[in-house]
């Protein structure tokens, strides 16, 4: 069972498009984080949200950790081609074990 | 920064072998280290908690006596698949942190096991 559902699974867009994507759980979380995989890489750490309601802006992007702290939301806008790749969000529940929502593959085409 | 280096980055073996994969924190003291499975085009699945000197704790569905798993040292954990098959296929990433989830995690570029 996936705690964590992201919407949507793809999206293909054009430069210069704007788009958010969606983690959300009927958990509640500590602390949510926002990742970024490449291709035949690790995932990279884009930002962590501790705070129901916090907003955390890193230059075109901009991430929300819902007020109940179930759920989160990542924007960005006026994408770019270096913005393509899988986004996962993943979740802390205590201080043991992070799980990964189930991702969204994003193609940003020039 | 922190960094962790997972080796091998990829590796062929034949059914019914056995394959190690390391995985190091390279300039900090790794208390825990996750170990993470990684269908294509899917997310990362944990399959066990590694901690320093004691045994890790498999998530339910891992088995522990085909993906062995040791934490020998605070810069070394390993992840053997014993009696490989082609099933077994697939990208294993590990993560390391200081203390747990309470400080940063560090993930490794992963290794991409195919058993023939």
């Known amino acids: 069972t996936q705690l964590l559902e992201q919407s949507p699974q793809f999206l293909s867009i054009q430069e210069g498009e704007n788009l958010t994507v969606y983690c959300n759980s009927s958990?509640?979380?500590?602390?949510l984080q926002w990742y970024r995989q490449e291709p035949g890489e690790g995932p990279v750490l884009l930002v962590t949200?501790?705070?129901?309601?916090e907003v955390k802006k890193l230059k075109r992007l901009t991430f929300q950790f819902g007020d109940a702290r179930k759920d989160s939301s990542l924007h960005i806008t006026a994408a770019q081609p270096g913005d393509t790749g899988l986004y996962l969000c993943a979740g802390a529940r205590s201080t043991d074990k992070l799980i990964f929502g189930t991702g969204t593959r994003l193609q940003v085409f020039p | 920064g922190a960094v962790v280096s997972q080796h091998p980055s990829w590796v062929i073996c034949k059914s019914g072998t056995s394959v190690k994969i390391e995985c190091r924190s390279l300039d900090f003291q790794a208390t825990t280290m996750f170990w993470y499975r990684q269908f294509p085009k899917q997310s990362l699945m944990l399959m066990a908690t590694?901690?320093?000197?004691?045994?890790?704790?498999?998530e339910q569905g891992v088995e522990k006596d085909k993906f062995l798993i040791n934490h020998a040292s605070l810069t070394l954990s390993t992840l053997t698949v014993t009696s490989a098959h082609p099933e077994d296929s697939s990208f294993y990433i590990c993560?390391?942190?200081?203390?747990?989830?309470?400080?940063?995690?560090?993930f490794g570029n992963g290794t991409r096991l195919t058993v023939t």
């Open positions: 949200v501790v705070t129901g309601g």
């Open positions: 590694s901690n320093e000197g004691s045994k890790a704790t498999y």
């Open positions: 993560s390391a942190s200081l203390t747990g989830l309470s400080s940063p995690l560090h």
């Open positions: 958990s509640v979380f500590s602390s």
